[in-house]
């Protein structure tokens, strides 16, 4: 069992930036990839990004890339999102995923469905 635990969401003005956090426990941290996926009101939850267990491999939906940068400290079993010139369409819940078995590149298939989830942070961005 992994339990995801995301915090750092909140309100931002359009062009701030917001750092998202997701706390992992219950397995060894370094030994699985792990992504960030969004929702928006009314619409699918959506790729945002993935990082590998190395944190060697990352990769972007095309919305944040140059914008958005993920990250993970294994020592801290800590996964991060960087998200700078924030747009009011970024506005989501915001959940972190984890995968035991697949590789990061695995986040990106529309169909792919992590092992675990997070209770997901709200981010607001205000035009």
């Known amino acids: 069992q992994v339990q995801l635990v995301e915090s750092g969401g909140g309100w931002v003005q359009a062009g701030g930036s917001r750092r998202l956090s997701c706390a992992a426990s219950?397995?060894?941290?370094?030994?699985?990839?792990m992504g960030w996926f969004r929702q928006a009101p009314g619409k699918e939850r959506e790729f945002v990004a993935a990082i590998s267990w190395s944190g060697d491999s990352t990769y972007y939906a095309d919305s944040g890339k140059g914008r958005f940068t993920i990250s993970r400290d294994n020592a801290k079993n800590t996964v991060y999102l960087q998200m700078n010139s924030l747009k009011p369409e970024d506005t989501a819940v915001y959940y972190c995923?984890?995968?035991?078995?697949?590789?990061?590149?695995?986040?990106?298939?529309?169909?792919?469905?992590?092992?675990?989830w997070g209770q997901g942070t709200q981010v607001t961005v205000s035009s």
């Open positions: 995923a984890a995968d035991l078995t697949a590789g990061a590149h695995s986040f990106r298939r529309r169909t792919f469905a992590p092992d675990y």
């Open positions: 219950g397995r060894t941290f370094s030994d699985y990839a």
